[in-house]
């Protein structure tokens, strides 16, 4: 059986972003909709549902139009996650609601929402069902996994596992549901089907935690954005969370400090909530939970029941994302 690489399905899935057509009236409607979509990123949500797919059958091109469905479902959360948090730029660009304005970033975001249903919904008429529900299902655990996000920012007693289960919702879902997706448009048995949403959840909660890690400690040249977001924006995330759990009583002093702090010098803050990190081993203990993630990830997708040597592909690329730096 072919087995395409990741590189050959992410240049797939990039020219088709690139040709698609927007012929509908008014243009400037669609318009932040194209300049969304071009914007590049890693598109790992299609190239999983590629790989997915490929694990049983040739030709995952055959549904390229329904993985560009999430592709497109992602960027319209960005879009609108944007938005609320008042983000002036995406991957070193304007956001829509900056180089237009807010309400061309709700009602451009609302389209490509429908956009994405409509893309998703080009399968075979025996798998619409099952498709469709996956699909819904998942666009309103994103939703209530923002909601929880958004609701943290007011609290100060988020536990591990609140956090755990809020970035399994707002950002791991999103991966099960693409491997899940590619599997059933495959024909998998229903275990494997199953199998792979695990793979889709471990992975996801490995990657946001890498994002976690990268927002403090990554190299911003090559992160595209100024690391220490988080801690300026006092986010509750898996390191801060932690930091107060295992932090002593000088430590948690300072870090309340800077976390109740209504003016600060940014440069300093993020300094000083750093040196509290190394100090506590925070850096470390993300690290381990990530490794933990992705070896769970690994170990689920060896009981999936196809030929090793069809796995390679998904294995080199979920490698790849371990190891990433932005």
């Not at 993985?67 to 960027?75: D, V």
């Not at 609320?84 to 660009?93: E, I, K, N, W």
């Not at 829509?96 to 929402?113: F, T, Y």
């Amino acid at each position: 059986m072919y087995q395409l690489s990741s590189d050959t399905i992410l240049q797939q899935v990039n020219d088709c972003l690139a040709h698609l057509p927007y012929d509908r009236k008014p243009a400037s409607l669609y318009e932040p909709v194209q300049y969304v979509l071009s914007l590049g990123g890693k598109r790992i949500r299609p190239v999983l549902m590629l790989l997915s797919y490929n694990l049983w059958r040739e030709q995952p091109e055959d549904i390229l139009m329904p993985a560009i469905g999430l592709e497109t479902y992602h960027n319209y959360t960005l879009l609108h996650d944007d938005l609320m948090d008042q983000a002036d730029m995406r991957r070193g660009h304007q956001t829509v609601h900056k180089r237009w304005d807010a309400n061309k970033a709700i009602l451009s975001g609302d389209s490509m929402l429908v956009l994405a249903y409509q893309r998703v919904a080009q399968v075979p008429a025996n798998k619409l069902q099952q498709v469709l529900d996956l699909f819904t299902v998942t666009a309103l655990e994103i939703g209530e996994g923002q909601e929880y996000d958004m609701d943290f920012e007011t609290r100060n007693d988020v536990t591990e596992d609140e956090y755990i289960e809020m970035i399994r919702l707002k950002t791991s879902v999103l991966l099960a549901c693409a491997l899940k997706m590619g599997a059933i448009l495959a024909d998998a048995p229903q275990e494997d089907i199953d199998r792979l949403y695990q793979v889709g959840e471990q992975l996801g909660l490995a990657f946001q935690l890498q994002d976690d890690l990268l927002d403090v400690y990554g190299d911003p040249e090559v992160f595209g954005k100024a690391i220490g977001g988080d801690i300026t924006s006092n986010k509750k995330t898996y390191m801060l969370i932690n930091a107060f759990n295992r932090a002593n009583a000088a430590q948690r002093q300072e870090l309340e400090q800077w976390v109740m702090a209504k003016e600060f010098n940014r440069a300093e803050k993020v300094a000083a909530v750093t040196r509290l990190y190394d100090e506590i081993g925070i850096r470390e203990l993300c690290e381990q939970k990530i490794n933990y993630y992705f070896e769970q990830a690994r170990q689920t997708l060896n009981q999936v029941q196809v030929a090793e040597d069809r796995k390679q592909a998904l294995r080199a690329y979920m490698d790849d994302m371990l190891h990433r730096n932005k």
